[in-house]
C-alpha cells in the first residue's frame, strides 16, 4: 500500500472511487477533496464508518481544501460537470478545462511528486490540460478511459457467450468517445480468438454497444452518468501503480512517436507500474484499426485545440 491517495471531486465517480480504494486497502489515507461544503467531509465519515464492517483500516477523510491531500503518491481527479441543456460541447470542455486547470495547480503545488489518474471528461483534453498545468513528465500524468471501455466490450462478449468475464482479453484503443477502437484482432477467449467464436455481425453490434457504452448509460439515469464501472476502471489503474504489478493495460498516454503520433494524449497498451507509466507497447495494427486509430486522433486533437489554457 501507499502512503496517500486523493480523489477530487466527491461526486458519483469520486465517492465510489474513494470507496473502492479504501476497501481494497490500497493507500493508508484516502482523501476526497470538493468544493461543495460538507459533501466530501460527510462522505468520507460515512465511508470511514463502514470500515469496521467491510474490515479495512484505510482512513477516509473528506475536505474542501489541499492541505490534508498534501504528499499524495497518486491523486484521481473526478471533478467537473456534467453536460447541461443548452450547453455546446465547447463549452462544456472549457468549463471542465478551467476545473481541471485549478485542480492541477492545487496538486503540482501539494503533491509535486504525485502520479495523476484523469477520469474527468473529455478524458483526453484533461490529461492534456494537467499535464501542461502541473509541468508533470508523461510518466506521471495518466488518462482513465481504456480499461473502461475495455470492460465494456469484455462484458458484453462474455453475455453473448455466456462464458466467465475473466477469460476475455481485449484491447481498446484510441480516444474515449464515439471514436474509440477496439481491437478484434486482439480478443480472445482463453487464448482463442473471438473471431472463431463469434460471427462478424454480432461482433459489430457488441463493439458498436461499447462505443455507446457511456451513453446507454446516460440513457437510463437521465441525471448522471455511469460511476460504478469508471471508478472500478480508475482503481484497476491505482492498483498497478501501487502494487507495481506491471500490468498491460489501456490508458491514455502522452505519445511521443509512438504508432506514428506526437503530442497527444491517446489511449495505448501501457504498462503501469510504481513509476506510473514504465512502458508503451506498439502493437501492430490492420490498416483499417491504424486508419480508425488516426481518425481517434484527429477528434483527440480537435478538443485539444480549442482547450484555452
Ligand atoms: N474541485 C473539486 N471538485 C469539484 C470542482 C473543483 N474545482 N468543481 C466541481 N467539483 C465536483 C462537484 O462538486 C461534484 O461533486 O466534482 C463533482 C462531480 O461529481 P458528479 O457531478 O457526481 O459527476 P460524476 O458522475 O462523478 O462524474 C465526474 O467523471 O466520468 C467522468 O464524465 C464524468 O467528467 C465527469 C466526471
Redesign the pocket.
Known amino acids: 500500500m501507499v502512503n496517500k491517495i486523493t480523489v477530487?471531486?466527491?461526486?458519483?465517480?469520486?465517492?465510489t472511487t474513494a470507496q473502492r480504494l479504501a476497501e481494497k486497502e490500497l493507500a493508508r489515507q484516502v482523501v476526497m477533496?470538493?468544493?461543495?461544503d460538507g459533501?466530501p467531509q460527510g462522505k468520507g465519515l460515512d465511508q470511514w464508518e463502514s470500515a469496521p464492517i467491510e474490515g479495512f483500516d484505510t482512513r477516509v477523510i473528506g475536505t474542501n481544501g489541499y492541505d490534508e491531500t498534501s504528499e499524495s503518491d497518486i491523486v484521481v481527479v473526478?471533478?467537473?460537470?456534467?453536460r447541461k441543456p443548452g450547453m455546446s460541447r465547447d463549452d462544456l470542455l472549457n468549463t471542465?478545462a478551467g476545473?481541471v486547470k485549478?485542480?492541477s495547480e492545487n496538486i503540482r503545488r501539494s503533491s509535486p511528486n504525485a502520479i495523476i489518474v484523469m477520469?474527468?471528461?473529455p478524458?483526453d483534453a484533461?490529461s492534456y490540460v494537467a499535464m501542461k498545468v502541473t509541468g508533470f513528465p508523461r510518466e506521471r500524468v495518466l488518462g482513465m478511459a481504456g480499461v473502461l471501455d475495455t470492460a465494456r466490450y469484455r462484458s458484453f462478449i462474455a453475455e453473448a457467450l455466456d462464458v466467465s468475464v475473466g477469460d476475455i482479453q481485449a484491447m481498446v484503443l484510441g480516444g474515449h468517445g464515439d471514436t474509440m477502437v477496439p481491437l478484434i484482432s486482439y480478443t480472445s477467449v482463453s487464448g482463442i480468438p473471438i473471431t472463431q467464436l463469434l460471427d462478424r455481425k454480432t461482433l459489430d453490434a457488441i463493439v458498436d454497444r461499447a462505443r455507446n457504452g457511456g451513453a446507454e448509460i446516460v440513457k437510463y439515469l437521465k441525471t448522471?452518468?455511469?460511476?460504478y464501472a469508471?471508478s472500478s476502471a480508475a482503481v484497476q489503474m491505482c492498483e498497478a501503480i501501487v502494487k507495481d504489478k506491471k500490468r498491460i493495460l489501456p490508458c491514455a498516454a502522452w505519445l511521443t512517436g509512438e504508432y506514428g503520433m506526437s503530442d497527444i494524449f491517446l489511449g495505448v497498451p501501457c504498462k503501469l507500474g510504481r513509476g506510473g507509466l514504465e512502458k508503451i507497447i506498439e502493437v501492430e495494427l490492420t490498416s483499417k484499426e491504424r486508419v480508425d486509430l488516426g481518425k481517434s486522433a484527429d477528434a483527440v486533437r480537435e478538443l485539444i485545440n480549442i482547450v484555452k489554457l
Open positions: 477530487v471531486g466527491a461526486g458519483n465517480v469520486g465517492a477533496v470538493d468544493v461543495v459533501v473526478t471533478a467537473g460537470i456534467a471542465n476545473i485549478q485542480v477520469v474527468s471528461n478524458l484533461m448522471g452518468s455511469a460511476y469508471p
